[in-house]
């Protein structure tokens, strides 16, 4: 048994070259059979690791339970060997109106199910394995996405991912970019990338959305139907959620909230893009589907050329975005706080049911930001950008522009042609940016709560720091004066590197190093423009915008030790 684990762990990596050869590299036809007999081989490996396990197992039926989509996939493989043998005439009376049973689609079909399950299959032990080893959440997190961003580099760099070849630093920002959900991009994703390409792009956008640990324990709960002591106590890390008994009731609320939403949200963009066909080459369906998944992750990658300009006065589509959008930036556990509180009222009916202190919070600080943030910009750029438009159709641009500053970076006018004063008001959005476990960046709405309401009490004398009816934890205060102190030497620390390795001006420069470390996307037009340097240190920026400033700082190992002597307490001036 110990062989045969090794065994098909090397046929598992043969089993994932198969596929990038398949879809990444046109294959001459000179070698497709021995693409086709590879693929066979894997196939057969498969099955008979299914079926010696199953033989050797003392109880079969829970071996098959355990395990279903695996001995699902070795009776289709079964099957069609059945009918490559010749067994095709004896079941073509039964199936002939069918048509799905044809002796090259299913063989295909039936290969590509078992490599993907067999990678899908093998995410909870990777899973299991993070957990055990002693590294700090924050550090797991960052080698997560790096190493993400490291596979969607090398898969973008494929022949069919792109229709001309792309250059290294190219890729390596766009899967940044896309992992980290930002948006900003040095190249035409409509126009340079395959559907292939776009796709990979996509899986990129989800995988950043949801987090890789989320990912995997989600399979591991579906395969395991539990998670471990280890697991649930660095999930909860990373989630900063410390109510470990509802770990596995959150997990599976994020992947179902998510795959819910954004096919909903699919269905009513495809509703409103069926009525723009021509813009790009990409159908409805797949412009839906995208742009979906692109808006609820806050990624605001787009297939379109001048992005969501096209729609400047598509009231319909723009609000259908903005929910998304919110939906997408408010967090995850707020969503479920929401859900919890409508479902106790719908039961109660009369009884009135508190949410939780963090909800109230996001919930007042993102209405707030958004109404603020709109009205502004629609006094500051009326006459500007919004000059040609009813009042109705400013309205809702003001209000695009508000929401999808924050943590977007989707965009209905020209960001180019915009003016000082609005500028320095989506930074200010763009470094606040979303809320805690969402799928946005910035300093979070509740960091700029805490700091708010630490003035507040300053101003009034009060000691304790109360927002929405509930006091803030001293520990609370003091993390929300590290991200911003931390935020605010990131972005200078990028934007002093950029004034060296760029000729452009402070003002376009400063506003794409928030947008990449608030995970935003807006620009003025520049990303294509700057150098081999310029976006690595954009790259960077994104990279700790998404895992946020405090888990680098927390990834750095250091030793712990209690105060053994106490210093006396002095005051100085400060100020």
Not at 41 to 61: E, T, Y
Not at 82 to 107: A, C, D, M, R
Not at 505 to 513: G, H, N, R, S, T
Request: charged share 15%.
């Amino acid at each position: 048994m110990k062989f045969l684990k090794i065994y098909i762990r090397i046929v598992a990596i043969a089993a994932f070259i198969s596929v990038i050869l398949q879809y990444g590299f046109t294959i001459p036809n000179r070698f497709t059979l021995y693409i086709l007999g590879l693929n066979m081989f894997i196939a057969l490996s498969f099955a008979f690791n299914a079926i010696v396990r199953l033989v050797v197992s003392p109880n079969k039926l829970r071996t098959i339970r355990s395990n279903i989509l695996e001995y699902i996939l070795l009776f289709l493989i079964i099957l069609q060997l059945l009918v490559w043998h010749g067994f095709w005439e004896k079941l073509s009376p039964y199936f002939q109106n069918l048509n799905i049973f044809s002796l090259t689609n299913l063989y295909i079909i039936t290969l590509q199910l078992y490599i993907l399950a067999t990678l899908i299959l093998k995410l909870p032990s990777v899973n299991a394995i993070l957990s055990g080893l002693r590294i700090p959440p924050p550090l797991i997190v960052i080698g997560s996405f790096s190493f993400v961003i490291l596979l969607g580099t090398l898969l973008l760099l494929l022949p069919k991912a792109t229709y001309m070849r792309i250059s290294f630093i190219d890729a390596l920002f766009t899967a940044t970019s896309a992992v980290c959900v930002t948006g900003l991009v040095v190249l035409d994703i409509g126009r340079q990338f395959t559907t292939f390409g776009q796709f990979i792009i996509l899986l990129l956008i989800q995988v950043g959305g949801l987090g890789i640990m989320t990912i995997t324990s989600f399979f591991a709960l579906i395969l395991r139907g539990e998670l471990g002591i280890k697991e649930r106590r660095v999930l909860g890390d990373i989630l900063n959620f410390r109510t470990f008994s509802q770990l596995k009731t959150l997990v599976s609320s994020i992947f179902w909230t998510t795959i819910v939403i954004e096919i909903i949200g699919a269905l009513l963009m495809y509703t409103r893009f069926t009525k723009y066909q021509g813009i790009n080459d990409a159908s409805p369906l797949w412009n839906a589907i995208f742009h979906s998944v692109s808006a609820f992750c806050n990624a605001g990658f787009s297939l379109f050329p001048r992005n969501f300009a096209h729609f400047v006065k598509d009231k319909e589509l723009s609000f259908i975005a903005m929910a998304l959008i919110v939906l997408g930036g408010i967090g995850f556990v707020v969503i479920r706080d929401i859900l919890s509180a409508v479902s106790a009222l719908l039961r109660r009916r009369s009884q009135v049911v508190r949410l939780m202190l963090q909800t109230r919070i996001v919930l007042k600080m993102t209405l707030f930001l958004i109404v603020v943030g709109a009205f502004v910009f629609l006094i500051i750029e009326n006459n500007n950008l919004l000059a040609g438009l009813t009042l109705t159709e400013k309205l809702v641009a003001s209000l695009f522009q508000s929401v999808t500053a924050r943590t977007c970076g989707f965009n209905t006018v020209d960001i180019g042609l915009i003016s000082l004063p609005a500028m320095m008001l989506l930074i200010l959005l763009m470094f606040i940016g979303a809320s805690p476990g969402g799928t946005g960046g910035g300093i979070k709405t509740t960091t700029a709560a805490i700091l708010a309401g630490l003035i507040r009490a300053r101003f009034r004398g009060h000691q304790d720091v109360v927002i929405s009816g509930g006091k803030v934890s001293k520990e609370n205060i003091f993390e929300g004066i590290v991200i911003f102190t931390l935020s605010l030497s990131i972005i200078f620390t990028s934007l002093f590197l950029l004034l060296i390795t760029e000729k452009m001006a402070l003002d376009k420069l400063l506003f794409e190093v928030v947008s990449a470390f608030g995970t935003v996307g807006l620009s003025t037009g520049i990303t294509p423009q700057l150098s081999n340097l310029g976006r690595l240190i954009i790259i960077l920026t994104m990279l700790i915008g998404r895992v946020g400033p405090l888990s680098i700082v927390l990834a750095i190992p250091t030793r712990k030790y209690e105060e053994r002597v106490h210093h006396p307490e002095e005051r100085i001036m400060v100020g």
